[in-house]
């Protein structure tokens, strides 16, 4: 069975810096995109940033300049490093990978972890 483990959120002052981590594990064939969505309250989830197999990226233009993804070696687990955070950042953050499995191509969500920015 695939997971999707995320750790790193907490509490964070403006302007500082925080990196989530996800670590996917299981019987997989192939781990295609990852990236990070986030959720605030009372608005839909977006997305943060995504990562090919490949190695290119897309970022939301909210975080363009700020927050930097990238995969290990071994393409199995994807960072979100955030500087500069901003109050607006503070959400529930979600890891997200489409992974290939016996049966085909599946879209695997972490449990979320909270990022709260506030002084």
């Known amino acids: 069975q695939v997971q999707l483990v995320e750790s790193g959120g907490g509490l964070v002052q403006p302007g500082g810096s925080l990196r989530l981590s996800c670590a996917a594990s299981?019987?997989?064939?192939?781990?295609?995109?990852m990236g990070w969505y986030r959720q605030a309250p009372g608005k839909q989830r977006e997305l943060v940033a995504a990562?090919?197999?490949?190695?290119?990226?897309n970022y939301a233009d909210s975080v363009k300049g700020r927050f930097t993804i990238s995969r290990d070696n071994a393409g199995s687990t994807v960072y979100l490093r955030m500087n500069s955070v901003k109050p607006e950042d503070t959400a529930v953050y979600y890891c997200?990978?489409?992974?290939?499995?016996?049966?085909?191509?599946?879209?695997?969500w972490g449990q979320g972890t909270q990022v709260t920015v506030s002084s």
């Open positions: 997200h990978a489409d992974i290939v499995i016996i049966d085909g191509e599946h879209t695997y």
């Open positions: 299981g019987i997989m064939f192939r781990i295609n995109a």
């Open positions: 990562i090919t197999s490949g190695g290119s990226t």
